[in-house]
């Protein structure tokens, strides 16, 4: 609905009176005029966890410069002029309230209007669908009489009726049959059936199909404004003509497709007549008609494909018949109408007329009934179904998109010069390079590189606790993000289990110290549908596993875990992540439940089984410790008494001494001994079981007790929280020795005790360290902190920097798989890049500030600002002559390099974006830059012209990019998903060699594409192990490794890349792709 504000109310300053505002009622107009296109199209803020915290980098969406104009949101003057500023409350202006309720019940009305017309709309497509094969037939069976019919207008139909076809299809508007029929359409009542049935093929009501029939009528004859009639047709339906009175194809399309095409489809009449030519016996076409139906009309103008903020803007319509087709040429780019330019004036006035009769989204158009406006808001609707490449593959496989704006629908251009796909209702077009001789016949197939995952960088200490194990093999187990860690110290290498489909949350290893259980967290895969959280026993030596314990029955995840001793392992105790914690036991061989109960409503963090006595299990967490007694299949508890000594918060460890008494460690600092003592028999009855009571309190730590060990020889470690030490204490816990932890590697997690007196200890900064009281500890495995984004590898050497929220900048040598140094950033580090040299490397802060530091002595050379918003990239030219720096306030900064990369000027700056900018590339002679917006904007910038925006882009179709990480591009826009937003992928690179095209989305994968990808739903291999968004993907400089980044899971994975080492001698971008090449088996 569109409401008119009085001259009255402002939205921070007064307005005309003729100001409208259309759709939400209370939302002021943006207060940058750059921001119109982002808030055409809304950021989804529903994917959960992940998309929740994605606010900066990869996010793409409405702009962060949109700003209400005053603080609370609402106008600041009421409709009779007083000032709302001064007023205690909105309640005493009760006018204004009943102004704005009466304008919410409107858009409820209208609201169900809308949607009453998309359920009917759905319901008849089944009933479409079964009736276009039908009226396939018919066409087929008519072009294969045609050659023999004596009048070319009339046509033989099944049920013994005559069909007659429209002056247009069969000669000129100057014919007497065309001056006989006055212009109008004639059927007999056996074809008026058949025209009826196609009226509202699509997604419309009756309603709408009936008006947008009626506006199409009006066109042919002519009433339309007393402009002449021309013989205009929907590109790719037209009817090859081969001179009077011969017919060569003809086809089902009476102008009422016309009015399809005006409703936001796509053309399919280019698969219908070669179809129809295929199939068809008494069908030919001659060679100018052939090239008339693969190349009709120009290459379209930028305004008319990426200007248009809706998928429902009307298809340009076709020359005449009968005119020859120009040949084609570079589009015009400055134009400001969004109507491809035409030879025929009198076809652009058709166009104009029928844009001007279908619009939508236009505050011009004011329907005089609510009838007509309904009838207009089911044909926007219509944009809910994307329709398939051919009627037979939309027969057999029909598909939903989820609504136009999160639909991405791919539509090619008559003359094959570009191609368009749709994001959040935003048309993207590509221009196809002049390399792609049979774009056509393109087949895109799996590549024939892999991964693997060679190494992870990082542990989870800072949220997880008891996850540090030590086998029999001499290998560390522990884990992060979905993967799950076999880490060999003295050899130095990893393996991996990768069975898990979300974050693995716990560990415990069989008293064997060969299999393990690990349990994950629930979470929900790409189309929404949750995964259930489950438990896998596993064998460390084979990486096999063993059982699947709990699908279906655990809540949220799993929270702790713990095999029975007593028994050697027969049993796998398990506490979920429910409100209720449920405590389950299960058959380790079987997979299957003995006895399950509710626990408490308070935190669980540690379970454990009596090593002498598997009927004995114990938990602790947040104010309680529980002994709990199984028999059969019941369990029941009793709660830990502390009597005179402190309640404490939380009680976070425990374990059994060798007297097998308890020792619990608590955010006190203190360690309490829970000794056995024997039953009050004169009060409980005969047959009651010995309790624990605390015999003893030792005062430990400053602050909390996170970890309790024991050792082999009977020593107990304890690891402090606020005082980073960690302690050895004797049998009777006297101190024996104690160590701090450097304040770098955080607090103390967990412990396990190596071989030969080792200690092996996991920080809550998420690094595992290595030593012994004695010699001190040094870390073996380090990682990030908080959420990761900035990616940069070395050019030269397998080095690669990253950065993230935890505000550290780190540099890691892949070759060695540690981590070469780090230092601390002022603010959030958020994207980095290598100058050529590789002696400096840029990163881009969240604040507008850019810093440049010395790789090898780490010091800071230059700090520079531009703007007060964050930098979402940062790219030197491969000349190394120029730095590109991409802001949120949606510009590109351009400074010129010298004096041996340490003076940096200000070249000029690039404006002409109207979102913020998030992937840029440059040029390989390093003079050109493409770069993504937030609003999925493909733009072209001449740097060394000026920094000069080139609106003709049909002419940067053959230039060649040194690297390829936008998002958005013809040689790319295979890699996007069906469905997508616009923020499903974060990140992609393309190979050195320019082979594979790796993407990071949104959903924890990492995909490896055939590059060029460039046509949709290209086939990739995909690559689990990442427990959050994928943030980052880069190769190294060699195309050996492939280094991705996980957004909250804070892990980097570094992939080997197996295969393909063929490089390739010429640049796909430039270079002639036939069909046999670009299909090649993989």
């Known amino acids: 609905m569109t409401y008119r504000a009085p001259a009255s109310w402002g939205w921070g300053e007064p307005g005309p009176s003729s100001a409208l505002w259309t759709g939400r009622a209370l939302e002021p107009p943006p207060a940058n005029p750059r921001d119109l296109s982002a808030l055409l199209h809304p950021l989804s803020s529903s994917r959960g966890e992940r998309r929740g915290a994605r606010s900066a980098p990869g996010a793409h969406g409405s702009s962060p410069r949109l700003r209400s104009a005053t603080m609370d949101g609402y106008p600041e003057r009421s409709p009779d002029g007083n000032n709302f500023s001064g007023s205690n409350s909105v309640l005493d202006h009760p006018d204004w309230l009943t102004s704005i309720d009466s304008r919410l019940r409107s858009q409820e009305e209208e609201l169900t209007l809308v949607k009453s017309a998309l359920a009917d709309a759905l319901r008849r497509l089944s009933f479409y669908d079964q009736q276009i094969p039908l009226l396939r037939r018919q066409v087929l069976e008519a072009n294969s009489i045609v050659s023999e019919a004596r009048n070319p207008s009339v046509l033989p139909q099944d049920s013994g009726s005559l069909w007659i076809l429209p002056p247009a299809l069969f000669n000129d508007s100057s014919s007497p049959a065309t001056q006989q029929m006055g212009g109008h359409?004639?059927?007999v009542p056996g074809a008026k059936r058949t025209q009826e049935s196609r009226v509202s093929v699509g997604t419309q009501t009756e309603e709408s199909a009936m008006l947008a029939l009626k506006q199409r009528q009006s066109l042919i004859n002519g009433h339309d404004r007393g402009e002449p009639v021309q013989d205009a047709i929907n590109p790719g339906e037209r009817d090859c003509i081969g001179g009077p009175g011969h017919l060569d194809?003809?086809?089902?399309?009476?102008?009422?497709?016309?009015?399809?095409?005006?409703?936001?489809?796509?053309?399919?009449?280019?698969?219908?007549?070669?179809?129809?030519?295929?199939?068809?016996?008494g069908c030919s076409l001659p060679d100018a008609c052939s090239d008339e139906i693969e190349d009709i009309g120009e290459s379209p103008s930028e305004d008319s494909m990426d200007k248009v903020p809706s998928m429902g803007q009307s298809q340009p319509s076709a020359q005449p018949l009968g005119h020859e087709t120009p040949s084609p040429g570079s589009p015009s780019e400055g134009s400001s109408s969004s109507t491809p330019a035409s030879p025929v004036p009198a076809a652009q006035s058709l166009m104009a007329s029928k844009k001007e009769l279908l619009r939508r989204n236009s505050s011009s158009d004011k329907p005089n009934k609510a009838k007509q406006r309904?009838?207009?808001?089911?044909?926007?609707?219509?944009?809910?179904?994307?329709?398939s490449s051919s009627l037979e593959n939309r027969t057999k496989d029909p598909s939903l998109s989820p609504g136009p704006l999160s639909s991405r629908r791919m539509n090619y251009n008559q003359e094959r010069h570009s191609t368009k796909m749709f994001l959040r209702g935003r048309p993207i077009?590509?221009?196809?390079p002049s390399a792609f001789l049979n774009y056509d016949e393109l087949r895109m197939e799996k590549p024939s590189e892999k991964l693997q995952l060679d190494w992870v960088y990082g542990y989870r200490g800072r949220d997880c606790r008891s996850n540090l194990y030590v086998l029999t093999s001499g290998e560390l187990v522990y884990f992060t993000a979905c993967v799950v860690v076999l880490y060999h110290v003295q050899n130095r290498t990893q393996r991996h289990y990768l069975r898990h489909t979300d974050c693995v949350r716990c560990l415990a290893v069989h008293p064997d110290k060969v299999r393990v259980a690990s349990g994950q967290m629930a979470g929900v895969d790409k189309d929404g549908k949750p995964l259930q959280p489950f438990v896998h026993i596993w064998d460390s030596s084979t990486l096999l596993p063993l059982q699947q314990i709990g699908l279906g029955s655990f809540e949220r995840g799993v929270g702790s875990l713990a095999f029975s001793t007593a028994d050697e392992g027969m049993y796998l105790c398990v506490v979920d992540e429910s409100n209720e914690h449920m405590l389950s036991i299960w058959d380790c061989s079987r997979a299957t439940k003995q006895a399950e109960i509710k626990s408490t409503n308070e935190s669980v963090l540690t379970v454990e089984f009596n090593p002498q006595d598997s009927s004995n299990i114990i938990t602790t967490g947040k104010s309680h410790v529980y002994f709990w007694t199984w028999s059969g299949n019941s369990l029941t508890k009793k709660q830990g008494i502390f009597g005179k000594y402190k309640k404490p918060k939380f009680i976070q460890c425990f374990v059994f001494d060798i007297n097998s008494d308890v020792l619990t460690g608590d955010s006190e600092g203190n360690i309490l001994t829970w000794a056995r003592v024997a039953a009050d028999v004169r009060t409980l009855g005969k047959g009651a079981k010995e309790t624990y009571q605390i015999s003893k309190q030792t005062r430990a730590h400053e602050g909390s007790i996170f970890s309790l060990c024991l050792c082999r020889d009977g020593s107990v470690l304890s690891g402090g929280g606020k005082d980073r030490r960690l302690v050895q204490w004797s049998p009777s816990l006297t101190l024996l020795q104690e160590v701090e932890i450097p304040e770098q590697f955080g607090a103390v997690r967990t412990i396990a005790e190596g071989d030969g007196g080792e200690l092996l200890v996991g920080t809550t900064r998420n690094a595992l360290l290595r030593g012994s009281f004695a010699d001190g500890f040094r870390p073996i495995i380090q990682g990030h902190t908080d959420e990761l984004w900035g990616l940069g590898t070395h050019p030269s050497r397998d080095l690669f920097v990253t950065c993230g929220y935890d505000k550290q900048l780190c540099m890691w040598d892949g070759g060695e798989h540690t981590l070469a140094w780090s230092v601390t950033l002022e603010e959030t580090g958020l994207c980095a890049d290598f100058h050529p040299s590789g002696k400096v490397v840029t990163v881009g802060l969240s604040t507008g500030r850019w810093v440049v530091l010395d790789t090898e002595t780490q010091q800071v050379l230059l700090t520079y600002t531009d703007g007060n918003e964050q930098l979402s990239v940062v790219r030197y030219s491969p000349d190394g002559e120029f730095l590109a720096i991409g802001s949120h306030d949606n510009f590109i900064y351009i400074y010129s390099v010298e004096e041996s990369e340490h003076k940096y000027t200000r070249f000029g700056r690039c404006t002409g974006h109207s979102s913020f900018i998030t992937h840029l590339d440059w040029s390989?002679?390093?003079?050109?830059?493409?770069?993504?917006?937030?609003?999925y904007e493909i733009l072209y910038w001449d740097v060394a012209g000026g920094c000069k925006l080139l609106r003709n882009r049909f002419e940067n179709k053959d230039r060649e990019w040194a690297s390829y990480t936008c998002v958005l591009g013809?040689?790319?826009?295979?890699?996007?998903?069906?469905?997508?937003d616009g923020t499903d992928i974060n990140s992609l690179c393309r190979s050195h060699n320019e082979r594979v095209v790796a993407v990071a989305d949104d959903f924890c994968k990492v995909h490896l594409f055939q590059y060029p990808c460039a046509k949709p739903k290209a086939p990739s291999r995909e690559y689990v192990g990442h427990g959050s968004h994928v943030t980052n993907v880069r190769f190294t400089h060699s195309d050996g490794y492939l280094i991705s980044m996980g957004g909250k899971d804070t892990s980097i994975f570094q992939w080997r890349v197996l295969g393909g080492n063929l490089p390739r001698s010429r640049s796909l971008s430039s270079a002639s792709i036939s069909s046999q090449d670009a299909g090649a088996s993989t």
């Open 185 to 187: 359409m004639e059927l």
């Open 374 to 387: 309904l009838t207009k808001k089911a044909a926007s609707s219509a944009n809910l179904l994307s329709r």
């Open 924 to 935: 390989k002679d390093g003079k050109f830059i493409m770069s993504n917006s937030g609003d």
């Open 249 to 281: 194809l003809v086809k089902n399309s009476f102008k009422i497709q016309e009015a399809e095409a005006d409703l936001g489809f796509a053309s399919e009449g280019q698969n219908v007549q070669k179809e129809a030519q295929t199939q068809g016996d």
């Open 970 to 980: 013809f040689h790319v826009f295979g890699v996007w998903p069906d469905g997508s």
């Open 429 to 432: 077009t590509m221009y196809i």
